[in-house]
């Protein structure tokens, strides 16, 4: 069992930054047994993956919209994930969420590292608005 608690919320300006942190609890497990990913919604729009995190081998993975502008990070002590999101945009605004997946990051034959697809806990959402 595991309980993901997301925090961080906040109204920034563009071009602003933000962290958000996911706050794990387990049962068992630990961080490292667990990829963390990051997902946000923004109204009438469908739910996309923004980044993830193995924390086992500190790999990585970040969706095109977001690769240069946001990390994803582990504090193992703390069992906590952050997102920290600089140079923010007005299309950055949404609901985000963070899940943790069993499943660990793929990579490929040019090393470019992938997110797992099953999520089977999540966190409860926090909301980041950019205002342009």
């Known amino acids: 069992e595991v309980q993901l608690q997301a925090s961080g919320e906040g109204l920034v300006q563009a071009g602003g930054s933000l962290r958000l942190s996911c706050v794990a609890s387990?049962?068992?497990?630990?961080?490292?047994?667990?990829?963390i990913g990051w997902f946000r919604q923004a109204p009438g729009k469908e739910r996309e993956g923004v980044s993830c995190?193995?924390?086992?081998?500190?790999?990585?993975a970040y969706a095109d919209s977001v690769k240069g502008r946001f990390t994803t990070s582990s504090d193992y002590a703390k069992n906590t994930v952050y997102l920290q999101m600089n140079s923010l945009k007005a299309e950055d605004t949404a609901t985000y969420y963070c899940?943790?997946?069993?499943?660990?990051?793929?990579?490929?034959?040019?090393?470019?590292?992938?997110?797992?697809?099953?999520?089977?806990?999540w966190g409860q959402g926090t909301q980041v608005t950019v205002s342009s």
């Open positions: 899940a943790a997946s069993i499943s660990m990051t793929s990579v490929d034959y040019s090393g470019t590292y992938y997110c797992p697809s099953d999520y089977n806990y």
């Open positions: 387990f049962s068992g497990l630990s961080l490292d047994d667990y990829t």
């Open positions: 995190i193995t924390s086992s081998d500190g790999s990585t």
